[in-house]
Each structure stands twice: as structure tokens, then as C-alpha cells.
């Protein structure tokens, strides 16, 4: 993955119309989430803009509670590719990924943004885009190759994270199926549910007509 560089303040204040008071100033609410579980009761210092969020018995997150400029996220958002974070907080330098954003369902208007605090010991999940390469047997024989799957899930070290999953087509005949468990990429586990179907190469009118044209000749032969 490629890196993004994105600068932050931490905010205390919490609620609607909190968050709606940051959006007219430009601003977007943004919540990370602590990539590691701590151990209950957490006696550490809390930061400005932290929290300590219980999700199981004595297990927490420590949250941190943050707003960034709306145009400093734009190309971060509004691309197909994929980005790990480099944060500053006030001098803090952290590491994320983009977990969730929401929009608003009218205006499009970016409502709030989580991430994830990752780091190079513990692996995280993410969608990877799919790019297909190669010319498929398939199609040379008058099909049409479609993409089903435009992003996998991948879990890896964020480290290992390419920007893109490269599949090879050259191989994928007629009429056949390209499945999640036929896939296979060094340092990662794929997530998806292994008969997905990826990619297939569809038996169009035109290959239908040829093969009957052929079979037909075929028979007169005979």
C-alpha cells in the first residue's frame, strides 16, 4: 500500500450536535480505534481526545476521539486505492487505515470516518481492488469476461498489503468460473467465502450461435 500523510486534532466534546458544529466549520468527526486490547482496569495516562471503551470481560480499546479537515481527506476517500495512514496528532505520530465512512444519504456530504491503529505485529483486515490481467481463453472464443469482485478481503500485516490483487486470466476458458479458493497470493489470507465467484468468461449469443454452427458441421461430417 501506498502511504498518506494526514494531520489531526483531538476533541473532547461528543454528540450530534458536536459533530454537526465541526462540519460547519469544514471539519469531520474521526474516532481511531487502538489496534490492541488492554487489560482492565487501565491505569495509563489518557491522552487528549482518549477514551477507554470496554468490549469484553476486562478487555478495552482505548479510542481516540479526533477531527480532521475535510479537504485533507478528499484523495483519501474519493479514489479506488487503498492507503495506509501515517496520523500526526499534535506531534504524536501514529499509524492507521481507513476502517468506515460515512455519508450523508442526500448531500453526499462525509459525515464521520473511523480507522484503525495498526502496527507491523498484529495482522488487519482490508479490502484490496482486483485487477484482472491477460487475454482468457474465453474470450478468444467469442465470450465475455466479467469481474464480480471488484475488492477482497485480505487479512496480512499491513506491511504486505499490495496496492492491488493481480489475477491472471489467461487460462479461464468458456462458460468457466474463477472462485476465491482457486486464488492464492504469498502473505495473504483471503476472507471472502472460498466458492465466490471472482471472475467468469460468459457464453454470449454470438459464441452460443458458433458453437452450434460447429457442433452442426461437426454432424454433416459424419
Keep these: 500500500m501506498k502511504s498518506y500523510e494526514l494531520t489531526a486534532e483531538p476533541r473532547t466534546v461528543t454528540g450530534k450536535k458536536a459533530a454537526k458544529a465541526l462540519r460547519e466549520q469544514g471539519l469531520i468527526p474521526v474516532v481511531m480505534n487502538g489496534g490492541n486490547a488492554v487489560e482492565l482496569p487501565y491505569n495509563n495516562p489518557l491522552h487528549d481526545g482518549e477514551r477507554v471503551v470496554e468490549i469484553a470481560d476486562h478487555k478495552a480499546l482505548v479510542t481516540t476521539l479526533l477531527s480532521v479537515k475535510s479537504e485533507d481527506v478528499r484523495n483519501l476517500i474519493y479514489t479506488p486505492d487503498i492507503f495506509y495512514i501515517n496520523l500526526d496528532v499534535h506531534g504524536s505520530k501514529k499509524t492507521a487505515i481507513l ?15 473511523d480507522l484503525q491503529e495498526v502496527d507491523d ?36 500485516l499491513y506491511t504486505a498489503v499490495p496496492e ?12 468457466k468460473t474463477m472462485q476465491v479458493g482457486d ?3 504469498e502473505g495473504l489470507e483471503l476472507m471472502n467465502a472460498k466458492n465466490a465467484v471472482v471472475c467468469a468468461v460468459q457464453l454470449t449469443r454470438a459464441a452460443r450461435g458458433a458453437a452450434a454452427a460447429a457442433a452442426a458441421d461437426t454432424a454433416a461430417a459424419k
Design 121 to 156: 505485529k498484529k495482522p488487519v483486515v482490508i479490502e484490496v481492488p482486483v485487477k484482472l490481467e491477460g487475454h482468457a481463453e474465453g474470450v478468444k472464443a467469442g465470450g465475455k469476461l466479467t469481474l464480480s469482485m471488484k475488492k477482497l478481503k485480505v487479512k496480512a
Design 99 to 113: 476502517k468506515e465512512v460515512q455519508f450523508h444519504p442526500v448531500k453526499e456530504q462525509i459525515l464521520h470516518i
Design 183 to 185: 486464488l492464492h497470493f
Design 164 to 175: 492491488r490483487l493481480v489475477i491472471n486470466v489467461d487460462n479461464l476458458g468458456l462458460g
